[in-house]
């Protein structure tokens, strides 16, 4: 066979290092955004934040100084298409009068980013930090420093006349407390640990000493810290309360190991072994119930993590609308001094003009990342306008291509703006996730979404007799006749994603 040359003429697609850029850019959630442009900085330095003429960031205007963040319950959904978000929701028309002092009362806000003719800069609608003197600490400040459970130890610990045999003592005990508050090994296997060559008598020495820096320990806050169970945590913190009837019989039930009687409601069990009424013993399950099983989670670093919305949801003359949350959006351009500068070097180097144009290239792709999250977030309002009338009840089932379509946009576009981008609702903080979900027949002939059937279930629940609770089935006949058409083993689903028990478990007479 002789070898011969070929003509073709074909296409295909190629992504170019902007369109690259774009499409990273646009899936990175908030921090990491932040992370991204903090780098670049550093990097690059043709990029800058935009400032005013005095060197300082622009103050905001009356409305961007408005608060964002109304007081109310931020349930998170993240669960693909589908949510599992519980809300704890109040009727609608006491929320609608709750936020009125946060929702707009007419019009509309313009937006929009500023872009000159060469795509240099672009100044967001709102960021901006107020200036003060960097000396000066607030208590505002100083609250929203994060604090460790071993420094909150530490600091009590730093407060006592202890020889320097029981400090340490004390130390290897916070040291080896777990996430929890917890003291996960005995202090024999403590003192092997900290004295692996030692011999008997000096590891029971060191035992004994380990024993009393413990018990100390257990007398700091957070109550119920350095226990090494449950049950010893619980009575570490029933202790501190005052002698009475119903702490004396909690006090029992956690110490003699009938816990687990008292999780199944086996009051009858119950009452046999520990000689006592059914009444008492439901006094006893709400002092227990009231205590905290982990003393140690609310010092760990991931509880005092907040979510920043992108996007709020405001009441307008015409209706629910999103606008883009000015506290996230960057300001950012290309340092024009540079730019001129390079312009007119003769013989400017080609690792220069190269980071001038990522400058450029991510200023661009910055701002168009917003404009899509925007109207990705405005198409999902439009739908979902009785959600933010009247709650999660009121969702209408919805996919990723109806809003795809809608815009013109792929699905893997709409997927990466929906994740971990998150909207003030009146009902909460969500995630854009949240308001896709699937839909369920009824009787009518049309849909519901998922997120309503959730709502309903726990709506069900949370109204039913607690001496004789609903069982899926049961929960699945409620809502056949409200005209939702669900399985079952559909309604068994949607309940454990709710974190409701089951109905053995929920029953308390």
């Known amino acids: 066979m002789k070898p011969s040359l070929n003509l073709r003429l074909s296409q295909h697609l190629a992504l170019t290092p902007q369109l690259q850029q774009s499409i990273r850019l646009l899936q990175l959630s908030t921090l990491e955004l932040t ?22 960031a622009a103050a905001p205007t009356a409305e961007q100084s408005a608060p964002l963040q109304p007081d ?23 929320l609608q009068l709750e936020t009125q002092d946060w929702t707009a009362s007419s019009g509309e806000t313009d937006h929009g980013a500023d872009t000159d003719a060469d ?36 600091s009590q610990l730093a407060g006592l006349a202890l020889s320097a045999t029981d400090r ?21 296997e403590l003192a ?68 687990d009687l008292l999780a199944r409601r086996d009051w009858r069990k119950l009452e046999r072994q520990l000689g006592a009424d059914e009444a008492m013993l439901r006094l006893a399950q709400q002092r227990i119930a009231q205590l905290e099983p982990h003393p140690g989670g609310a010092f760990r670093s991931d509880a005092a993590q907040a979510v920043t919305p992108d996007v709020i949801a405001r009441k307008t003359a015409r209706g629910w609308t999103a606008q883009l949350n000015p506290e996230v959006m960057p300001r950012l351009r290309v340092n024009q001094i540079y730019a001129d500068a390079l312009r007119r070097a003769r ?23 917003f404009e899509t999250i925007e109207r990705v977030a405005q198409t999902i309002v ?27 946009l ?67 006949e409620r809502l056949t006749q409200q005209g939702v058409q669900v399985a079952r083993r559909t309604v068994a689903k949607y309940r454990e994603a709710l974190r409701i028990a089951p109905a053995n478990l929920r029953k308390s007479g």
């Open 347 to 369: 013989d400017s180097g080609t690792a220069m003009q190269g980071q001038l144009q990522e400058a450029r290239w991510f200023v661009k792709n910055v701002q168009q990342r």
């Open 72 to 94: 109310l319950p931020t349930p998170l959904a993240n669960e693909g298409h589908e949510s599992a978000a519980e809300f704890a929701t109040e009727p609608a028309a006491e």
């Open 35 to 56: 992370q991204e442009i903090e780098g670049l900085l550093e990097s690059n330095p043709f990029l800058e934040n935009e400032e005013t003429d005095d060197g300082t």
């Open 192 to 259: 092997q640990a900290l004295a692996p060559e030692a011999g008997e008598d000096q590891l029971q020495d060191l035992a004994d000493a380990l024993t009393t820096a413990m018990r100390l320990i257990q007398s700091f806050d957070p109550p119920g810290v350095a226990a090494h169970d449950l049950p010893e945590c619980l009575c570490l913190q029933l202790q501190r309360q005052p002698p009475c009837p119903v702490r004396d019989m909690a006090l029992q039930i956690c110490r003699d190991g009938h816990l």
């Open 410 to 476: 792929h699905e893997s576009t709409i997927s990466r703006v929906t994740t971990q981008k998150f909207m003030l609702t009146p009902f909460g903080t969500v995630e854009l996730k949240y308001f896709f979900g699937s839909g369920l027949s009824t009787e009518a002939g049309g849909n519901t979404s998922s997120t309503a059937v959730r709502e309903l279930i726990r709506r069900l629940v949370s109204e039913e007799d607690s001496t004789k609770p609903l069982s899926d089935s049961e929960l699945a």
């Open 382 to 408: 439009e739908r979902q306008q009785r959600f933010f009338d009247f709650g999660p009840v009121a969702m209408r089932p919805m996919v990723l291509r109806e809003i795809a379509d809608e815009l013109g």
């Open 119 to 154: 795509a240099d800069s672009w100044v967001s609608s709102g960021q901006s930090s107020g200036g003060g003197d960097d000396d000066e600490f607030s208590a505002i400040d100083r609250a929203s420093e994060h604090v460790g459970l071993r420094d909150h130890l530490r």
């Open 168 to 188: 340490a003592a004390a130390e290897a005990i916070i040291d080896s407390l777990d996430d929890n508050g917890y003291l996960p090994e005995t202090m024999l």
